[in-house]
């Protein structure tokens, strides 16, 4: 079993920047590849980024390629979103998931077993 608790969300203006973190607890974290999700309002879940259990392999959404940097720490049971030059188009709850026993990242919802509560982040225009 892992839980998983997001934080770093907030309110922020165009083009500024929130490194989102999610913290893991459970002994299955360093072999799980890792995702972050949004979802806006009135719109699906759909994925943002997504990092294998060793973090040599990452995969992103075309549209926050070289603007979003996801990470790990497997000695810290963590998983990072740094999120740069951020845009109104941005703003929606930020999920991060777990893909248990999974070296690769992959990039449905459906295969991930395990979800945080989520994060509001709201970027003004």
């Known amino acids: 079993q892992v839980q998983l608790v997001e934080s770093g969300g907030g309110l922020v203006q165009a083009g500024g920047s929130l490194r989102l973190s999610c913290a893991a607890s459970g002994r299955t974290f360093s072999s799980a590849a890792m995702g972050w999700f949004r979802q806006a309002p009135g719109k699906e879940r759909e994925f943002v980024a997504a990092?294998?259990?060793?973090?040599?392999?990452?995969y992103y959404t075309d549209s926050v390629k070289g603007r979003f940097t996801i990470s790990r720490d497997n000695a810290k049971n963590t998983v990072y979103l740094q999120m740069n030059s951020l845009k109104p188009e941005d703003t929606a709850v930020y999920y991060c998931a777990a893909d248990r026993d999974q070296l690769f990242p992959r990039i449905s919802l459906n295969e991930y077993d395990y979800w945080g509560q989520g994060t509001q982040v709201t970027v003004s225009s």
């Open positions: 990092i294998s259990r060793s973090g040599g392999y990452t």
